[in-house]
């Protein structure tokens, strides 16, 4: 199929196509679609596509260069060729149709960097992944501790106050028992003391 400006260039013999097909190419940004001789006359004619300027400029330098070596016949561009033609430009008697050009090797080169650039980031991607998936593994069983430190700690903490308040709680029992047994010491000390005023008096009787 068609998509660009056509040209055409018809010459007479193989050497003078091949003069023509090599300055077109080198002189402007067109695609070389192969060349198509005619049964028993001798004459060439190669086929280029591209944009129509570099067509026109490119048909015009090969005519040039094919006129030293042998004789132009006649030479054609087309800027919008309707895709009918494609049958007829693109027919099987094209020697070269298909063969790969220095731009479709390019393209492919381009797009192999493309594909290979892709799949390094894509392994970088994953070997990011991967690692970070490992640093979480790494930092679970600190963070497990950590929590595990803090309940011990609650633990602790809740222990220290039970123990605080039952202190509290048997401080004023302990006071009690103080109390009650200074209470006794002193009934025992007043007691001692009337025996001890009693005895002179039984004396002086």
């Known amino acids: 199929m068609l998509t660009n400006a056509l040209g055409e260039i018809e010459v007479l013999g193989l050497p003078a196509a091949i003069e023509a ?27 280029i596509e591209g944009q129509v300027s570099s067509v026109q400029s490119a048909i015009a330098a090969a005519r040039s260069a094919a006129a030293q070596v042998s004789k132009v016949f006649a030479v054609s561009v087309i800027p919008r060729p309707n895709t009918q033609l494609g049958g007829v430009v693109l027919s099987p008697a094209t020697v070269g149709l298909g063969a790969p050009t220095s731009v ?81 010491s002193r009934s025992s000390s007043q007691k001692k003391t009337s025996v001890g005023d009693d005895k002179p008096q039984a004396e002086k009787k």
Do not use: C, F, H, N
């Not at 097909?21 to 086929?47: C, F, H, N, P």
């Open 104 to 184: 479709d090797q390019a393209a492919k080169q381009a797009a192999k960097q493309a594909a290979e650039t892709k799949a390094v980031a894509e392994q970088e991607q994953q070997s990011a992944t991967e690692s970070k998936a490992v640093a979480e593994q790494e930092q679970t069983p600190v963070a497990e501790a950590k929590t595990a430190a803090d309940a011990d700690a609650v633990t602790a903490e809740q222990a220290s106050e039970a123990g605080e308040g039952a202190e509290a709680k048997k401080s004023p029992a302990a006071a009690g028992a103080q109390g009650a047994k200074r209470t006794t």
């Open 21 to 47: 097909a090599d300055v077109a190419v080198k002189s402007a940004d067109v695609r070389l679609i192969g060349y198509e001789t005619t049964d028993g006359a001798g004459m060439v004619t190669v086929k």
